[in-house]
């Protein structure tokens, strides 16, 4: 006799639903990666100089805002321009590649905002802070 729980049940998953050459390994960032998204909106306008990008971002130390723009740099995302001048200038910028995730924070931000009520009091029902 079956159970209701087993009826109930899915399917187990498949363990190759996911190709070897699944983009999802080549994503550029991770979802919920913390930098890159917002490294994107500060350079949404124009180019920007790195202690530029560290005026919004007083969180992130030098490090990690370097390690975060030479990855996205990597990815095609982010232009590094070096200019020979003294003292030098280095300024980055979005390459059409990194404009195209524009939509999609815009996307995040929209679905964030409609649901955060939702995602804190969950955090908070379980025993999180919010």
Same mark, same amino acid.
């Given at each position: 006799?079956?159970?209701?729980? @087993? *009826? @109930?049940?899915?399917?187990? +998953?498949?363990? @190759?639903? /996911?190709?070897?050459?699944?983009? /999802? &390994?080549?994503?550029? /960032?991770?979802?919920?990666?913390?930098?890159?998204?917002?490294?994107?909106?500060?350079?949404?306008?124009?180019?920007?100089? /790195?202690?530029?990008? *560290?005026?919004?971002? =007083?969180?992130?130390?030098?490090?990690?805002?370097?390690?975060?723009?030479?990855?996205?740099?990597?990815?095609?995302?982010?232009?590094?321009?070096? !200019? @020979?001048?003294? =003292?030098?200038?280095?300024? !980055?910028? +979005?390459?059409?590649?990194?404009?195209?995730?524009?939509?999609?924070?815009?996307?995040?931000?929209?679905? &964030?905002?409609?649901?955060? =009520?939702?995602? +804190?009091?969950? *955090?908070? #029902? #379980?025993?999180? =802070? #919010?």
């Amino acid at each position: 006799m079956t159970d209701a729980t @087993d *009826r @109930d049940r899915s399917a187990p +998953l498949d363990p @190759d639903m /996911f190709h070897p050459l699944c983009p /999802f &390994s080549a994503m550029p /960032f991770r979802v919920g990666d913390k930098w890159s998204g917002m490294v994107i909106r500060c350079l949404q306008e124009g180019p920007r100089r /790195f202690g530029e990008l *560290r005026v919004p971002l =007083p969180a992130v130390t030098p490090k990690v805002l370097s390690e975060t723009l030479r990855a996205m740099e990597r990815d095609g995302l982010v232009t590094r321009t070096a !200019y @020979d001048e003294n =003292p030098p200038r280095v300024e !980055y910028a +979005l390459t059409a590649l990194g404009r195209t995730l524009i939509p999609l924070l815009d996307a995040a931000r929209s679905w &964030s905002e409609a649901h955060l =009520p939702d995602l +804190l009091a969950a *955090r908070r #029902a #379980a025993g999180h =802070p #919010a």
